[in-house]
């Protein structure tokens, strides 16, 4: 069962956002979900490598076997071929805060890789700290990160609370160059069904999962349609997902040029 977000709570999240930098929402996803998600992969996992019908000793045997980078590209593109990105984005209480967050009028990025935590020292897969600004997201795109496969015993990212608000943090080869002393990271408080929003300036890394751990997420940035482009946005792909009553008003009248009684008289549906 997830949770409805009441006006009063998406309120709190918000000045939790400004303070914090990021917010999670508590059972926002349905489990129906997250399992059709791990079935999703699993399934694509045995099909391509005739693997183990079960999730994670499928995804250990299978990033031996292929680059590790393109399997999670793959797998990626398969919950998009199932619409899971959008699915996520429009469970009712995430939906709603993102409208809280950015307005109506929503667009997400494609083209992502899965992130999955699987231990080995890979730091492209364990990332350092890091601020989503570095990699080209404008400070209006939230980063929303959905655990999918989290047991109990794996860890979520760590952030350290407040420090978006210090802007653009200088680095070198993906590492900060200097991380003030007292700052205080914190491990997210999270778990399957649970979703995190992230902004672009606040820092954040991978906790590494220890021994056959292995933690399953999807990241989904969002950010709103019409937002002046303040990274390299416009060198990503994006598809729209909700649209405004001022947008839906706009697609009706079909063309930029508004063409004088377009739907006059009209039994077109729609
Ligand atoms: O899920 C992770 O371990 C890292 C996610 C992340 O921070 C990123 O992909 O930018
Ligand atoms: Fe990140």
């Not at 996803?29 to 699993?42: F, R, S, V």
């Not at 080209?136 to 979520?156: D, K, N, R």
């Not at 680095?171 to 003030?180: A, D, K, T």
Request: hydrophobic fraction near 40%.
């Amino acid at each position: 069962m997830t949770t409805m977000l009441t006006d009063e709570a998406a309120t709190t999240l918000c000045d939790d956002f400004m303070d914090q930098g990021y917010i999670i929402i508590k059972r926002c996803i349905a489990t129906a979900l997250l399992d059709q998600a791990k079935q999703i992969l699993t399934e694509k996992i045995y099909k391509q490598f005739k693997l183990k019908d079960n999730l994670v000793p499928g995804l250990l045997q299978a990033q031996s076997l292929m680059d590790p980078y393109d399997l999670r590209v793959m797998l990626q593109k398969e919950l998009e071929y199932f619409d899971i990105p959008e699915q996520l984005l429009l469970s009712p209480a995430l939906l709603k805060m993102l409208i809280h967050l950015l307005g109506p009028d929503l667009e997400r990025q494609l083209k992502l890789e899965l992130l999955v935590n699987a231990g080995g020292g890979n730091d492209f897969f364990i990332k350092k700290w890091h601020q989503e600004y570095w990699s080209g997201s404008g400070i209006f795109m939230l980063q929303v990160w959905t655990p999918i496969h989290m047991p109990e015993v794996a860890y979520g990212l760590e952030l350290i609370p407040g420090s978006h608000k210090w802007g653009h943090i200088p680095h070198e080869n993906r590492q900060p160059l200097h991380i003030p002393e007292d700052a205080q990271p914190v491990s997210m408080d999270i778990a399957e069904g649970d979703t995190a929003i992230i902004h672009a300036l606040c820092l954040h890394r991978t906790l590494a999962t220890a021994g056959d751990t292995v933690r399953v997420a999807t990241l989904n940035p969002v950010r709103n349609i019409y937002h002046e482009k303040a990274g390299f946005e416009h060198l990503r792909c994006y598809h729209p997902f909700h649209f405004s009553p001022l947008s839906k008003i706009q697609k009706m009248l079909g063309n930029p040029h508004l063409s004088a009684f377009r739907l006059r008289g009209s039994q077109r549906n729609p």
